[in-house]
């Protein structure tokens, strides 16, 4: 029998038989559900489908939990309370665990414990969750006397030396990143508070001078060491646009033509325009992961995990995709948006190809539409919609 696709897979993960694996998973610890909704879906195409769930339970420890589920591959399977569960079909196997004990971050249950990291960090810290993604990494804020001393980032084991080297690289250089405060065994990187606002701020706000914000991002781009050029290089949005076109047809299936019809475009482009050298590259350079001073001035640059050799064009692609789908994830936000995408994409395609540059842009854009569906939040397909008609809007340029 064929293996479950990946839309029978979110489908399994957050319909009416999720209930059923996270009661099998939990019985197995004498629990018994009261209740539960999904509360994150993270779906990389290619590698699987993760699940957050808020779940109510009655059990000798009680209350409400954070459960997750997926149907990735996992490399460590001696998680404490990790359950295995097969479908007696064979299609698929799906792992369950209570948060933190996410088998690929061993290192998690420590970041959680207020205790464990204020003997790190030498000072009474409270962690408090800002992000995660099952089995890839979990980001925590560490407060302590009403204000944020530092933040904890909890990567796989096999990738931690790279992200110290990464921000130990870049802070050499004098390119603006948070400094590393401590890193400990099996994943666990605490690094100092960064400075500035987020981008996302200013362009709620609106920009009086767009192209002066744009060269000041596009600076920092410009003081990536040449030793950048020696890390290991991680594949571009475009080049797995593919992937992304998939996952997108599985957040929306009325939509899958259109998807795939934008993926053989940006493919057919990338194979006939020029992406420019191989230079140092950011690899994931957005609004959120760039905070400014001023509007003239970048004063952080975060999330330098895939930092290395790539073309320029995609750092620009990266960017003004993702700007592209503000409006439709707060258009009461983000009014002045358009227009500043209109002056950011006229000096942005001065700097790179046109076509590259426009293809690039709609294969980030692309790969931003499963990211939309977000099942306890009601009217998600006009995000996830209006994502992939910008990614369309994209192609139009090239």
Partial sequence: ???????????????????????????TAGAEIDSWAVHSLHHRPGAGVSVGYTVTVRAPDG????????????????????????RPDGRVTVHVWRHPHDPELPALPRACDGVAMSELTGEAVVPHM???????????????????RAYAKVVRPKVQDELVRRHQLLAGAGVPVPRIL?????????????????????????????????????????????????????????????HYAHAAATALPERAGQAEAIARVVAHVMETSDPGPVVPTHGDYYEANILLADPARVSSVLDVDAVGPGHRVDDLACLLGHVSVLPHLAPSVYPHVPAVLEEWWRRASSMADPRALAARAAAVTLSLVAGAKRPAVEGWQVDARGRLDEAERWLGRA
């Fill in 182 to 242: 401590h890193s400990a065994p099996g994943g666990l990187v605490v690094i100092a508070p960064a400075t500035g606002i987020p981008m996302a701020n200013f362009l709620a706000a609106g920009l009086t001078d767009p192209v002066t914000t744009l060269d000041a991002a596009v600076a920092v781009l410009d003081a990536l060491p040449a030793e950048v050029l020696g890390l290991r290089r991680h594949p571009s949005w475009a080049e797995r646009v593919e």
């Fill in 1 to 27: 029998m064929e293996p479950m696709s990946e839309r029978e897979q979110v489908e399994l993960l957050t319909g009416p038989e999720a209930r059923g694996l996270l009661a099998a998973a939990l019985g």
């Fill in 130 to 148: 800002v992000a995660y993604r099952p089995t890839r990494r979990c980001v925590l804020r560490l407060e302590g006397g009403g204000m944020t």
């Fill in 63 to 86: 209350g409400a939990q954070y459960v997750c589920a997926t149907t990735s591959r996992l490399t460590r399977t001696d998680s404490p309370g990790l359950v295995r569960l097969d």
